[in-house]
Nanobody, 118 residues
Framework: QVQLVESGGGLVQPGGSLRLSCVVS????????MRWYRQAPGKERELVAA????????TYAASVKGRFTISRDNAKNMLYLQMNSLKPEDTAVYYC???????????WGQGTQVTVSS
């Protein structure tokens, strides 16, 4: 059974850091295109960061470039999003997303809330 389970969200002050984690089961992260999305209240879901499984190249939204880092741990079958210099506008529910090359399907986690506020 495929599952993506995020954790690591919470309340943080502006300028602070958080690391989000996504535990994957049912396929291996090394054979999937892995991404983080976020959705703020009243806004559309947006792509935050993507990791290409073939060459490990990364892509970031302009609003987070230089502050966020996407990475994976093949041994633990996990995806991460390190978020530094957080801003109030980063407040959103963050979702782990994957395109599994093994199954040909796209999967979503349940999301984890990140709130940046003083």
């Amino acid at each position: 059974q495929v599952q993506l389970v995020e954790s690591g969200g919470g309340l943080v002050q502006p300028g602070g850091s958080l690391r989000l984690s996504c535990v994957v089961s049912g396929f291996t992260v090394s054979t999937a295109g892995m991404r983080w999305y976020r959705q703020a209240p009243g806004k559309e879901r947006e792509l935050v960061a993507a990791l290409n499984s073939a060459d490990l190249s990364t892509t970031y939204a302009a609003s987070v470039k230089g502050r966020f880092t996407i990475s994976r741990d093949n041994a633990k079958n996990m995806l991460y999003l390190q978020m530094n210099s957080l801003k109030p506008e980063d407040t959103a529910v963050y979702y782990c997303n994957a395109d599994s090359y093994a199954t040909g399907m796209n999967y979503w986690g349940q999301g984890t809330q990140v709130t940046v506020s003083s």
